[in-house]
């Protein structure tokens, strides 16, 4: 069973930044898609960064300058770089990856952002 950790999710003040962190249970090497969505309560799941293999990127309207995804191999970890905080974005994130033809979801990580 593949499992996905996720780490980095906190409290910021608007305009900060946070790193949140992904790691594989097993290599990424030959993953397909690598995603990362958030969800606020009432509200359906929404993608904010996609990174498909050969590196082409895919990020949503309200995220992008902001928020950067990336991924390093040799940790089996996929990252997603979010600056210039809003308040807007508070959510939990969730990754996703596609590898092997299956896809797995994170536990979620909890990004609050509040003065």
């Known amino acids: 069973q593949v499992q996905l950790v996720e780490s980095g999710g906190g409290l910021v003040q608007p305009g900060g930044s946070l790193r949140l962190s992904c790691a594989a249970s097993v290599s990424i090497l030959n993953s397909n898609v690598m995603s990362w969505y958030r969800q606020v309560p009432g509200k359906q799941r929404e993608s904010v960064a996609a990174l498909f293999m050969g590196g082409m990127t895919n990020y949503a309207s309200s995220v992008k300058g902001r928020f950067t995804i990336s991924r390093d191999d040799a940790k089996n970890t996929v990252y997603l770089q979010m600056n210039n905080l809003k308040p807007e974005d508070t959510a939990v994130y969730y990754c996703?990856?596609?590898?092997?033809?299956?896809?797995?979801w994170g536990q979620g990580t909890q990004v609050t952002v509040s003065s």
């Open positions: 996703y990856i596609i590898v092997s033809g299956s896809n797995y």
